[in-house]
């Protein structure tokens, strides 16, 4: 998202973990404005936030868990109203309010129905699972051994494009 909007011209200001990753790095180098902070501390993510016209957050439960996301995603939209911040996009997933029984669907949902609540302009885009996901180094070695594992009862509907 950040590059995108780079390379339309507009100014990006971006919350890292690390601003000496290289991800961060790499943005950087694109014209990015790097803010060191952390998604659980509703303090740095304000203080990213300040003077920002509107915000993209997206959660993810691989690095801390589904409780954690649950966290960083409410901190993220707190930060986001207390910092003035016209309008927030937040990265869900499809069908996240289906009630699936996908635990990391059900999360999102949770950030989702706590954004609704804080009142604050908000789009939630809820994109299907994508195929380069199987790309993940979680997944490719099965892949490419011939059994395609998915963390999703057998019985529930992906979507997938």
């Given amino acids: 998202m950040a590059r995108e909007l780079l390379s339309r011209g507009h100014s990006v200001r971006a919350l890292v973990r690390d601003v000496e990753s290289d991800a961060a790095r790499q943005v950087a180098s694109l014209g990015a404005e790097l803010v060191q902070g952390d998604s659980e501390d509703k303090r740095s993510v304000a203080r990213a936030a300040a003077g920002v016209d509107a915000a993209y957050a997206m ?49 999102k949902y949770e950030i989702e129905k706590h954004i609704v609540t804080l009142g604050i302009p908000h789009t939630i885009v809820a994109p299907v699972f994508f195929y380069e996901n199987l790309l993940n180094p979680w997944s490719l070695p099965g892949l490419i ?9 057998a019985n529930v509907r992906v979507q997938q494009i």
């Fill in 59 to 107: 959660t993810s439960f691989f690095t801390s868990g589904l409780e954690a996301e649950v966290r960083q995603g409410q901190t993220i939209a707190e930060a986001i109203k207390e910092a003035g911040v016209e309008h927030l996009v937040y990265a869900s997933v499809g069908s996240a309010d289906q009630s699936t029984g996908i635990p990391h669907f059900d999360s």
């Fill in 145 to 153: 051994e011939g059994k395609l594992a998915q963390p999703v009862p």
